[in-house]
Nanobody
Framework: HVQLVESGGGSVQEGGSLRLSCAAPGYSFTTHCMAWFRQAPGKEREGVAAIDAEGTATYADSVKGRYTVSLDSAKKTLYLQMNNLTADDTAMYYC???????????????????WGQGTQVTVS
C-alpha cells in the first residue's frame, strides 16, 4: 500500500496562509492523480484541488485564486498553498492518490484509492 502522510496544518487567523505537505515516498506522480480533500464536522468530504499526471491542476470554485496545488517529484511531495484563509476553510484536510482518474472526477472522493490520515486546519 502507498503511504501518504500529511503535515503543515494548524491554527491561523482569517486572512492568513498555510502550506500543507503530503509525503508520498516511493510514489510516481507520472502515473497517478494527486488531490487534496477536506471535511468539516457534519459535512461531506469535498475536493478542493487536484493535479493529474500531466501536471494539470483543477480547483473547487470555493478556493480558486486562493489555493495552489503543486508537486515536487524529487521530494515525492504534494503541496497545497492556502492563502487568504477564512473560517469556512476550517476542516480536516486529506491527501489522496488515484489511478486513472478521469479529469471529470478529479475532485470526487470515490475516484481515489489511497488516503492519508489528515491534518487539521483551523481558521478563526
Amino acid at each position: 500500500h502507498v503511504q501518504l502522510v500529511e503535515s503543515g496544518g494548524g491554527s491561523v487567523q482569517e486572512g492568513g496562509s498555510l502550506r500543507l505537505s503530503c509525503a508520498a515516498p516511493g510514489y510516481s506522480f507520472t502515473t497517478h492523480c494527486m488531490a487534496w480533500f477536506r471535511q468539516a464536522p457534519g459535512k461531506e468530504r469535498e475536493g478542493v484541488a487536484a493535479i493529474d499526471a500531466e501536471g494539470t491542476a483543477t480547483y473547487a470554485d470555493s478556493v480558486k485564486g486562493r489555493y495552489t496545488v503543486s508537486l515536487d517529484s524529487a521530494k515525492k511531495t504534494l503541496y497545497l498553498q492556502m492563502n487568504n484563509l477564512t473560517a469556512d476553510d476550517t476542516a480536516m484536510y486529506y491527501c489522496a492518490a488515484g489511478w486513472t482518474v478521469p479529469n471529470s472526477r478529479m475532485l470526487v472522493p470515490a475516484a481515489f484509492d489511497h488516503w492519508g490520515q489528515g491534518t487539521q486546519v483551523t481558521v478563526s
